[in-house]
């Protein structure tokens, strides 16, 4: 690396929805900002997440002096147990974040992490890099944005914010000090693009509660409402709205029961002694006077909500003249998970409200409008789009154009690309990452596309194994083939079929030849035969035994 | 049956979006309306397409006195060739429907089918019924609604529709005759759910012409336009907008090749010689003078637009400059893969517009306002809303009891419930079919829950098969167990594992045993290790010979 450059890699986040991931590299020390997860999309089959490859951080870990956290969601501190394994480095984050952070590593089993707890408008010394933290309002408490001195000019990083005016708990982005920032001379803006291709202004998280007053004054029985469980601005709205209409609340849901009751601890959410009830309450109350807040919003198979809409009996019955709101707009992917969700909701005779009817949800990012009044008040030399899918970081980079900074200054860069500014210039000059980690179980890693195929044949046509065990001296058949197969007929149908396989398996083999030949004719016969009889192509796979 | 009762029977599209299909029964008279398929959800893995089940039709094929197709989309004509294996029955429709039945039916092989060609405003008699039809504005052309007068009473089907008042083909929703129907006394409407989500008025057709001249009068470069291979009007809008901007016009896509020769044939397209180029001439032109319309607007795998993001040499190379439309909404379920599509295509430098960006398409189905207006023109006594998941179904229900049907008099059906009416009442009697009928490869049916069961538990872990050959008379080992297994780890980093596992399979199988014991046993140590060792759960399955 050239002297007196700074590299920025971004590890995850750039051409995708999460895992947000980046790596400032100056001289001999590193300097990480945030470790996020993804959640897998439709076609990764089996994997639980996917998190950031790690390997450039993990071969230079001694050079990493500090890991910055911006904020508590999944996308940006989801991927540190797994960082953490092998880099020691401290941590610094706000309060809330750093509670968040201490039930995952709770949870994955890691002691011994030095945890440092910021607050906005604090300055932190981190190797070479002199960090200023400050507020940014989001969907969830104490979000954070950073000046970041560093020897070659000061970079600026957003988080992933919005500009509320008027936010629930009260706390602005921070105007001031970016315009302050700006006002020093910006070499480098790297800004959150989720929300890119939205025209206008994210509306206020405070204007649902208009909406929330206006359901829960017509509703004759209980309110369910399902949100986000790190939505603590939108958990408080509930449960204020819930008490202005005398109503208790039982939160459901584990991650919604644990939320909760850290920012409670915390004094994140303000929530008077005798309003929350036990999810056992619920029912020796009249049902006009119960809100239940419940995880669920994006249709997840176990959660509070769906099990509701499955009359799942471990959890609350929906009935008819429950009210459901559903808060939350559906994450690209699931769609079809929450549409059956709903669907199944109305069969019970319940009330639902959701995205499409009504404004019950409103996004935690900035819109086109917000993006570039940033982009305005930073005037920086340099622009990089981060946090978003492709299209969101080209979106982005055209508003940067319209706020007049020239084509030339302004990098589309993806996961793994390596960029490097000084004073000079900038450019993305490299490559150092192949993309997707899986974990899968405990596996981390290992799962990589030879396995994904095979799970998406898999998928598609199931299996079909044929077992033949030869005498090892004459090559002749003992016994009956044997047909495993899963996924591909159902079998106490295709008896016909099966037994017509394991004859024309005796003439395959009855023609002798190495055992090699005869797995190789057997392999083609097999899947030339259910293409044939069936259209469907299973994993065939012949066993050859010799005894 | 009940005498003096009219019977219907939705065998698709109520509570789902697709295989639209309903059954007309009066004394010993079945007519049917529509056969539809419906596109598997992102669950039915392997399934190529999901169609009624037709049973109670087949036992009663003999009385089946006709079928009429409302128009020619695949959820109203995709599931007529699996009706016509056992039902051999008159199909009546108008001339495009008819054009794309004959296509239909060629390409599945099935010959000597009446077909009947109608016309808006034709009446005719199939039995007990007395049918008239009227047009219908839709997002393919020559569409109709029926007014069907039975011996219990006049019924209205509104096929699929909106109310256009400003058509690119000029032929709008016949109000008169509506109004004329409603003016007989209706005693049953059943209308067309899918936008009942949708508030206000589904704009015209038309208004696309606009959108399309701007962006056109903008592109530099191609312009290049997906969407429904059906949507004659879209493609004579494009072509028109094409033509006045001096371009030459290339069609692209097996299914939109082949639909545009239809409507071009039969006059429902209008596009001059001259106007069209073959894909092999596109590269011969200046790219200011080319425009193409192409198929993949909900991200089809082996579409042309998906083709073209991939950089399939079998397709067109799309190159800075270009400019992109995706002319339609995503289906629910596509989202992710149009969401990639759309990422490749910026990748490649391209231009794009679609629905977030801009209003580059409208539906083809009526919104909330529309549903009112044809209520309150038609009056029914009774209303049953059809052509939609359960959500729509409700929400049109609720306009309904708006335009003040009473409650009792409105039916919330599902597919396969079976609806009775005369002129004393009406009400839901039973129900006659279990639900989804699979077609995968030649297969109609033979796949069910549990085959899916086992792809979906593939598809997650994929598969470990285990043999071993026992010495039938002392049951020792003979050779070493072989292991068989795909999607569940990556074969080459797992030796050591597998290894472990053919040392403990001889170690289960040295305890002895009868050879279900031993199955047994292995099945067992199999899910065990597998799950303690990787935290996965492949399908296992134990293979004991005896030889």
Do not use: W
């Not at 020691?88 to 011994?112: C, D, F, M």
């Not at 192949?434 to 899968?440: A, L």
Request: hydrophobic fraction near 40%; include cysteine.
């Amino acid at each position: 690396m050239a002297k007196d450059r700074l590299r920025i890699i971004p590890l995850g986040g750039l051409g995708e929805i999460g895992r947000n991931t980046l790596v400032l590299e100056y001289d001999e020390s590193i300097l990480v900002i945030d470790a996020g997860l993804m959640f897998p999309a439709n076609d990764m089959l089996g994997v639980d997440i996917v998190i950031p490859d790690f390997s450039y951080v993990f071969e230079r870990a001694e050079r990493v002096k500090g890991i910055i956290v911006t904020h508590g969601h999944e996308d940006h501190v989801g991927g540190l147990p797994y960082l953490l394994a092998k880099v020691k480095a401290p941590i610094y984050s706000t309060r809330l974040t750093r509670g968040l952070i201490e039930v995952k590593l709770r949870e994955s089993k890691i002691n011994g992490v030095e945890l440092n707890t910021i607050a906005p408008g604090d300055e932190l010394s981190i190797g070479p890099f002199e960090i200023e933290f400050f507020h940014v309002s989001h969907s969830i408490p104490d979000g954070v944005g950073l000046g970041i001195h560093t020897p070659v000019g000061l970079i600026v990083h957003s988080g992933d914010f919005k500009f509320d005016h008027n936010p629930v708990d009260g706390l602005r982005t921070d105007f001031a000090k970016l315009a302050e920032l700006g006002g020093k001379g910006v070499l480098l803006l790297l800004s959150d693009s989720t929300n890119a291709e939205q025209a206008g202004y994210t509306p206020s998280e405070q204007v649902l509660g208009e909406t929330l007053a206006r359901v829960f004054s017509g509703a004759p029985g209980r309110v369910i409402v399902a949100t986000f469980a790190s939505n603590i601005s939108r958990i408080q709205q509930v449960t204020d709205t819930a008490r202005r209409y005398g109503r208790r609340v039982a939160i459901v849901g584990r991650s919604m029961v644990s939320n909760v009751r850290i920012a409670r601890e915390m004094g994140y959410l303000n929530v008077p002694e005798g309003t929350l009830i036990s999810a056992d309450q619920v029912e020796q109350l009249p049902d006009n006077q119960v809100t239940l807040i419940c995880t669920g919003s994006q249709g997840e198979p176990t959660s509070a909500l769906v099990r509701m809409g499955q009359r799942d009996p471990r959890t609350i019955s929906v009935v008819p003249g429950d009210t459901v709101i559903v808060s939350a707009t559906p994450i690209p992917g699931n769609e079809e998970v929450i549409n059956r969700t709903l669907d199944n909701l109305f069969r019970l005779g319940a009330n639902v409200f959701y995205d499409e009817l009504l404004d019950v949800h409103v996004s935690g990012h900035a819109s086109q409008e917000e993006l570039k009044l940033l982009i305005n008040l930073i005037r920086p030399k340099y622009f990089v789009p981060i946090h978003g899918e492709y299209r969101h970081l080209v979106l982005h980079s055209k508003l940067a154009q319209q706020c007049g900074i020239d084509p030339s200054r302004i990098f589309l860069m993806e996961t793994g690309e390596v960029f490097e500014v000084n004073a000079d210039g900038a450019g993305v000059v490299d490559s150092v990452s192949e993309g997707h980690v899986f974990v899968d179980g405990h596996g981390v890693g290992d799962v990589g596309p030879s396995v994904l195929d095979d799970r998406r044949l898999l998928s598609r046509n199931g299996f079909l194994v044929a077992v033949v065990t030869l005498d090892k001296y004459t090559g002749s058949l003992i016994g009956e083939p044997q047909i495993v197969t899963r996924g591909f007929v159902y079998e106490a149908e295709a008896e016909n079929l099966l037994g017509r396989i394991k004859q024309e398996i005796t003439k395959v083999v009855a023609s002798g030849g190495s055992r090699s030949d005869i797995t190789e004719r057997l392999r083609a016969f097999l899947a030339r035969f259910a293409m044939e009889e069936t259209g469907r192509r299973p994993v065939v796979v012949p066993v050859v035994n010799k005894v």
